[in-house]
């Protein structure tokens, strides 16, 4: 099984940026497609996007569209989510996941997280 770990969260104000990274130890991250979540506190766990093995082909939430991306570095074992135009919404707890599945949106599709980094965007 892959361990996650997320870092580079921190305070920021809107309109800043952000880059996350999420480094994978154990069976290589290349065996998974990879996704990004994020969870405010008594809310659900919420699907930010997702990247396949390859790094090809990517996919996000309406909400973040045009503004966060997610790329992978296979042979370093990390994969990014880069955050621009933040906005106060934004603010969340980030997490890094692992899937067997393509494409996948919803969180029991995943097998494996990191134990998330926070993000505060002030206004």
């Known amino acids: 099984q892959v361990q996650l770990v997320e870092s580079g969260g921190g305070l920021v104000q809107a309109g800043g940026s952000l880059r996350l990274s999420c480094a994978a130890s154990?069976?290589?991250?290349?065996?998974?497609?990879m996704g990004w979540f994020r969870q405010l506190p008594g809310k659900e766990r919420e699907f930010v996007g997702t990247i396949s093995r390859s790094g090809g082909n990517t996919y996000y939430a309406d909400s973040v569209k045009g503004r966060f991306t997610i790329s992978r570095d296979s042979a370093k074992n990390m994969v990014y989510l880069q955050m621009n135009s933040l906005k106060s919404e934004d603010t969340a707890v980030y997490y890094c996941?692992?899937?067997?599945?393509?494409?996948?949106?919803?969180?029991?599709?995943?097998?494996?997280w990191g134990k998330g980094t926070q993000v505060t965007v002030s206004s």
């Open positions: 154990g069976r290589p991250a290349s065996s998974y497609s």
């Open positions: 996941a692992a899937s067997w599945s393509s494409r996948a949106e919803v969180k029991d599709q995943y097998v494996a």
